[in-house]
C-alpha cells in the first residue's frame, strides 16, 4: 500500500477518535456536568469529566510518539475551547472576561489531566487491567478534587472590613425558621432559614422590627424583604437615609408564593401581597401583581447575574430618575442623593429556587441570588468570583429543555 495513503488513513483514524472523544466529553458536560440541568454554559463544568475521556485518549496513542501523542491532545483541547467559545458566543450572554477566565481553567485542567493520564498509560512495568483499574481510580479521586475545586472558584468571597452593616426588615421566615415558639427557640431546636445563614456568611446583616432608635449612616443599607406594614415614622425614616445618600435593597412582593407555616389568616404569615405601596406611591412607583398566567416561575437573566422569580409583580410607572430593567420587573432609581434597588418579587430568596439538589456547591447554584443580593447590599466590597456562570439566554432555555424543569 502506497505511504500517503496509509499517512492519511492514520491521520483520519486518530481525528476520528479525537471527535469521539469531544463529542462524549461535551456530552457528559452537557447532562450529568449539569450544564442542562442548570441552563448553563459554562465551560468549566466540563473540567470533573476530562480524566476518563484522556486516559482513553492517552491509551488510544500509546504506541506513539510524544511528539504526536501531544499534537493530539492540542488538537482536542484547541477543539473542545473552539465549540464551547462557538456555544457561548450564540446561547449565552458573557463578557470576554468571564469566557476567557472559564477557558483558562478548562485549559490548565486539561493540560494536568493529560500529564497524569500519559504517564500511567506509558508506564511500561503496568499490565492494561491494572492501568484500567488505575485511570478508574485517577478518575473518581479527579471528580472528587475537580467539584470541590470548582466550588471554591464560584464561592463569593465575604464583604471587605470596610462593608457597611446591612439593615434587614422583613416578614419572611428567615430567622428561626425551624420554630417560633420560645420553647424550642431556647431549646436549640430552631434553625435560620438557609438564605439567612449564607447572605451572614457573606456579610454583616442585623435584622430589626423597626427603625425607631436605629442610626442609620450612607455606609449602610436597608433591606426591605417583603416586611409587614411600616409605621409612617419608619417609612419616613426609609426615605430620608436615601435622598441623604443611602442605599436600600427592596423586595416588594406583588403576590408572595413563599409557603405559610401557620393557618390561612394567622398573622405570622408573610403578607400576600406588599404593604410598601405609600413608600413606593411618594417616589412615584406603581408596582401590580403578576400578569395572568404568569403566576409559576419565571427566568430573568442577563449577563452578570441569573435569577429565578416566581409570580413576580411588575412596573407600570416610575420617575424620570428610575431605569427599568428585566422586562419591567426590577428598577434602579437615583432618589437625592442615594441609590434604592426594587424588585417586584421575594420569592426568589426561597431555597428550592437557587440552591443546589441535594449539593452545598457554589458552582452548581441555580441562581445567582447569593452573589446579586451581596453586590447590591456591599456594593465595591463585594470581590469579584474567579468564575461565574454563565448562563443560556432566555429565549433559548425552552428550547434546551430547561425552563419546565421550574414550571
Request: neutral net charge.
Amino acid at each position: 500500500m502506497p505511504i500517503a495513503p496509509m499517512a492519511l488513513r492514520r491521520l483520519a483514524l486518530r481525528c476520528g477518535g479525537g471527535f469521539i472523544g469531544l463529542a462524549v466529553l461535551l456530552a457528559l458536560a452537557w447532562f450529568m456536568g449539569w450544564q442542562q440541568p442548570l441552563g448553563r454554559l459554562d465551560p468549566a463544568l466540563v473540567i470533573p469529566w476530562l480524566m476518563p475521556i484522556l486516559c482513553w485518549q492517552a491509551w488510544r496513542m500509546r504506541r506513539q510518539s510524544l511528539l504526536a501523542a501531544g499534537a493530539s491532545a492540542v488538537g482536542l483541547l484547541t477543539a473542545l475551547m473552539a465549540v464551547q467559545a462557538a456555544m457561548v458566543l450564540f446561547w449565552a450572554d458573557a463578557s470576554a472576561g468571564v469566557l476567557a477566565a472559564q477557558i483558562l481553567a478548562v485549559a490548565l485542567a486539561f493540560v494536568l489531566c493529560w500529564l497524569i493520564s500519559g504517564m500511567v498509560v506509558r508506564w511500561h512495568r503496568l499490565h492494561g487491567a491494572l492501568i484500567f483499574g488505575i485511570c478508574c481510580a485517577l478518575t473518581l479521586v479527579w471528580l472528587v478534587a475537580a467539584h470541590m475545586a470548582l466550588s471554591g472558584a464560584y464561592s463569593p468571597a465575604r464583604a471587605g472590613a470596610g462593608a457597611g452593616r446591612a439593615i434587614m426588615i422583613t416578614s419572611l421566615p428567615l430567622r428561626w425558621a425551624g420554630s417560633d415558639d420560645f420553647t424550642d427557640i431556647f431549646a436549640g431546636r430552631t434553625h435560620d432559614d438557609i438564605v439567612l445563614q449564607k447572605l451572614e456568611h457573606l456579610g454583616p446583616i442585623s435584622m430589626v422590627d423597626s427603625l425607631d432608635g436605629t442610626a442609620l449612616t450612607p455606609d449602610q443599607t436597608l433591606f426591605l424583604a417583603h416586611p409587614r406594614a411600616m409605621t409612617p415614622q419608619d417609612l419616613v425614616a426609609v426615605d430620608a437615609h436615601v435622598r441623604s445618600g443611602g442605599r436600600a435593597l427592596i423586595l416588594a412582593d406583588a403576590l408572595s408564593s413563599w409557603p405559610a407555616a401557620h393557618p390561612l389568616g394567622d398573622t405570622r404569615n408573610p403578607p400576600i401581597t406588599s404593604l410598601l405601596t405609600p413608600l413606593l406611591d411618594h417616589w412615584g412607583i406603581i408596582l401590580s401583581a403578576a400578569a395572568h398566567g404568569e403566576g409559576g416561575a419565571t427566568w430573568q437573566g442577563g449577563r452578570d447575574h441569573g435569577l429565578w422569580l416566581h409570580s413576580n409583580g411588575r412596573f407600570h410607572r416610575w420617575p424620570p430618575q428610575c431605569q427599568i430593567l428585566g422586562d419591567n420587573r426590577a428598577l434602579t432609581c437615583q432618589i437625592g442623593r442615594g441609590r434604592a434597588v426594587i424588585l417586584g418579587d421575594a420569592d426568589l430568596l426561597y431555597a428550592p429556587l437557587w440552591e443546589p439538589e441535594g449539593w452545598d456547591a457554589a458552582h452548581l447554584m441555580k441562581s445567582d441570588v447569593l452573589y446579586w443580593t451581596a453586590q447590591q447590599l456591599w456594593g465595591r466590597h463585594v470581590a469579584r468570583r474567579w468564575l461565574q456562570p454563565i448562563w443560556i439566554k432566555p429565549e433559548y432555555r425552552r428550547a434546551a429543555g430547561i425552563a419546565q424543569l421550574y414550571d
